[in-house]
T-cell receptor, first 115, second 118 residues
Framework: AQSVTQLGSHVSVSEGALVLLRCNYS??????LFWYVQYPNQGLQLLLK??????LVKGINGFEAEFKKSETSFHLTKPSAHMSDAAEYFC?????????????FGTGTRLQVTL | GAVVSQHPSWVICKSGTSVKIECRSL??????MFWYRQFPKQSLMLMAT?????????EQGVEKDKFLINHASLTLSTLTVTSAHPEDSSFYIC??????????????FGPGTRLTVT
């Protein structure tokens, strides 16, 4: 069984400020971890993913996340927020089975960026 | 690469009619496709998993006779909402995983289909 918890359904930051979106997971097997972004009325776009290897992963648009096994966390960060970052962000986990497996999503965090 | 399309992007239908939504992997072969439903301001809820050439596996609580899924080829899966009712109005999103296994665990998402039942 696997689950994802995203703390904070709504996060507001000023333009240029640090973005931190929290994600904790539970998984009975080594996980694959993902962050997706969704703009209104659109599908999901992959920001970054962790499968194996380096625990600090860099993604698109300046985002990065660090897999911390001891804390079962995969928080998403960006040093400096931009207005275009305003969107819904979903953390997701799947099982590291090497084949197609279900994604379990968190409830999402809406990021608001203010001037 | 790894582009998934959905058609139509939005559809309005009358209560009692059926609607078919197509999901295509444009530049890769997808052994497995997933169908999700998303209500406003909520997360994605997995409805079913379909594997090419076999019956779909539905999640608990999803009516298989109402949401018919067909995955006839490695690039196409369809979701048919039968006898649609206003409560079926939602945003339906499909995703696909590559047959090659190049990116294990990763799903590529379509742009979604907005269904409104009047």
């Amino acid at each position: 069984a696997q689950s994802v918890t995203q703390l904070g359904s709504h996060v507001s930051v000023s333009e240029g400020a640090l973005v931190l979106l929290r994600c904790n997971y539970s998984s009975s097997v080594p996980p694959y971890l993902f962050w997706y972004v969704q703009y209104p009325n659109q599908g999901l776009q992959l920001l970054l993913k962790y499968t194996t290897g380096a625990t600090l992963v860099k993604g698109i648009n300046g985002f990065e996340a660090e897999f911390k096994k001891s804390e079962t966390s995969f928080h998403l960060t960006k040093p400096s927020a931009h207005m275009s970052d305003a969107a819904e962000y979903f953390c997701a986990v799947s099982q590291n089975t090497g084949t197609a497996s279900k994604l379990t999503f968190g409830t999402g965090t809406r990021l608001q960026v203010t001037l | 690469g790894a582009v998934v399309s959905q058609h139509p992007s939005w559809v309005i239908c009358k209560s009692g009619t059926s609607v078919k939504i197509e999901c295509r992997s444009l530049d890769f072969q997808a052994t497995t496709m997933f169908w999700y439903r998303q209500f406003p301001k909520q997360s994605l809820m997995l409805m079913a998993t379909s594997n090419e050439g076999s019956k779909a596996t539905y999640e608990q609580g999803v009516e298989k006779d109402k949401f018919l899924i067909n995955h006839a080829s490695l690039t196409l899966s369809t979701l048919t909402v039968t006898s649609a009712h206003p409560e079926d109005s939602s945003f339906y999103i499909c995703s696909a995983s590559e047959a090659s296994g190049r990116n294990p665990g990763e799903q590529y998402f379509g742009p979604g289909t907005r269904l409104t039942v009047t």
